[in-house]
């Protein structure tokens, strides 16, 4: 993205994440970051997944979420 000529991230607003948890674990970690360092920290991130375990809760509070908001449905 950075090697993109006029592209920039500077006036991000929201991060959109689906598959949180597969996207939070160590095959995707070196991108995460490497996304997470280029992007404004003022921003929204909304974080979407149909499993989320303890692990991943774990690393959501290492990434420095405020506010966190779980929202959880037990129809299925």
């Known amino acids: 993205m950075s090697d993109t000529k006029g592209f920039s991230l500077n006036t991000l607003k929201y991060l959109v994440l689906d598959e949180a948890d597969r996207l939070l674990n160590e095959d995707f970690e070196k991108s995460l970051n490497q996304i997470l360092e280029e992007i404004p920290r003022d921003r929204k991130t909304y974080l ?3 499993t989320m375990t303890k692990k ?12 966190p908001v ?7």
């Open 56 to 67: 991943v809760v774990q690393k959501l509070q290492r990434a420095c979420l405020r506010n």
């Open 48 to 50: 979407f997944s149909a």
């Open 70 to 76: 779980k929202v959880h449905n037990e129809s299925f």
